[in-house]
Each structure stands twice: as structure tokens, then as C-alpha cells.
């Protein structure tokens, strides 16, 4: 499995960001516009900056412009995607099997949400997107998956689903079961579950579901 980290603008909290890094083994690391900084400022060089570079220090753009060993992919401001998702395509026709995603949240909630769109493109492109900060975990599923308690990223485990509705979710090993059960959108039952068991079991017939791993 070839994995890359994508750095991007959003809040981005050093000590976590840094631990995470270190706990996990990455090919690429990659910065996206202002999620230069954090390299910045952790003192490390990404291996990928792609941005339309409205955004950043310039005293961290004049930096990396001068290191050897950076591929550069410079974009226009005025295009129709983000320069996230521009990120993402890019990493995906580059190979890579997962990607997490850090700094994809924050107080831009447009942002915020755009960013959970774009779990659909590894959804079609069977890549696994991750999106991480300080308390949360999410991805988007297409087909069953288990969650081991040892490894779960905070308490609770929340289901959303992404497609008008999903079908036939069923799950095992948590505090609120369900069997074959269709939630749809506009409803909350799927929110502040439990793992309860060694492994939990998410089963899904039909539609598009995020999973929500969180910490209070």
C-alpha cells in the first residue's frame, strides 16, 4: 500500500500534526497552499506543494522555492476545483492506495464540507481518503467494514449517509444494534454510537455512508 499525508489550509494543530506523523509511515508527504506552513514551522520539507498560492506566507513560499528535491504543481486561482481536490487527483493518478488528509477542517464549514466531498473521488477510484484532525476521523464507505476497539480513533462512532439513503446497514458489536435497516437523510439515529465488542462489523446493501470516528 503506497499511503501520502496531504497537509492543506484549514486548522491545522502542530503538536498533533506532528505526532502524527511520526506514528504513521508515509511516501509522500504533500502541502496544499497554506498547508505549507506547517512544514514551515515543523521545520520539515514536503516532497509535493500544489497550490494557487493565494494564501500563504510568503516568507515560507520564498523558502521552499529555494530547496532542492520539492515537485511544484502551480495552479490558477480562477478554476472550478479547489486546490485540495486538485491535490487529490493529482496523488491518485500518481499511484498512491490512501491518503490522509490533515488541516481539512476548521471554521470554514464550506470548506469543511467540500473536503468530505472530495472522499467520494477515492470512493470511485477505490483509494481510501481519510480525514484527520484532533478529534475526528471520517470516511466515506461503499461496502462493509470493521472496526477494531484496540484501534478505533476516539469513543463514539457516528453514520451518516452521504446518498439519499442506504440500505441494509447492519451492525454488530455495538451499543445500538441495527439489522437491515434503511436510513436516509434528514434523520439522526446514526449519531454517538458505541463500540461494545473486541470488533465492530458496519454491513451495508446499498448507497453511500460516512463513518464518523470521534473524540469529545
Known amino acids: 500500500m503506497k499511503r501520502a499525508l496531504i497537509v492543506t489550509g484549514g486548522k491545522i494543530e502542530m503538536s498533533f500534526c506532528q505526532d502524527y506523523i511520526e506514528q504513521h509511515t508515509f511516501e509522500l508527504l504533500a502541502a496544499v497552499d497554506a498547508g505549507m506552513q506547517f512544514f514551515y514551522d515543523a521545520k520539515q520539507k514536503p516532497d509535493l506543494i500544489i497550490g494557487d498560492f493565494d494564501s500563504v506566507n510568503q516568507e515560507a513560499l520564498h523558502y521552499f522555492e529555494a530547496q532542492e528535491g520539492i515537485s511544484w504543481l502551480r495552479l490558477i486561482p480562477e478554476k472550478d476545483d479547489t486546490d485540495t481536490e486538485a491535490a487529490v487527483r493529482t496523488i491518485i493518478g500518481a499511484g498512491y492506495t490512501q491518503i490522509h488528509i490533515l488541516g481539512a477542517t476548521g471554521c470554514r ?6 473536503n468530505i466531498q472530495l472522499l467520494g473521488i477515492g470512493l470511485e477510484a477505490d483509494v481510501d481518503i481519510l480525514l484527520v484532525d484532533a478529534h475526528n476521523r471520517i470516511r466515506m464507505i461503499k461496502e462493509d467494514i470493521s472496526i477494531f476497539r484496540n484501534e478505533q480513533y476516539g469513543h463514539y462512532v457516528s453514520l451518516l449517509p452521504f446518498t439519499p439513503e442506504v440500505t441494509g446497514i447492519t451492525l454488530h458489536g455495538m451499543k445500538y444494534p441495527l439489522t437491515d435497516y434503511t436510513m436516509r437523510c434528514y434523520m439522526s439515529i446514526g449519531i454517538s454510537n458505541e463500540i461494545v ?3 465492530a462489523r458496519i454491513q ?3 448507497g453511500v455512508l460516512l463513518v464518523l470516528e470521534t473524540k469529545d
Open 109 to 114: 464549514l464550506d470548506h469543511v464540507l467540500g
Open 197 to 199: 465488542e473486541e470488533e
Open 204 to 206: 451495508i446493501r446499498d
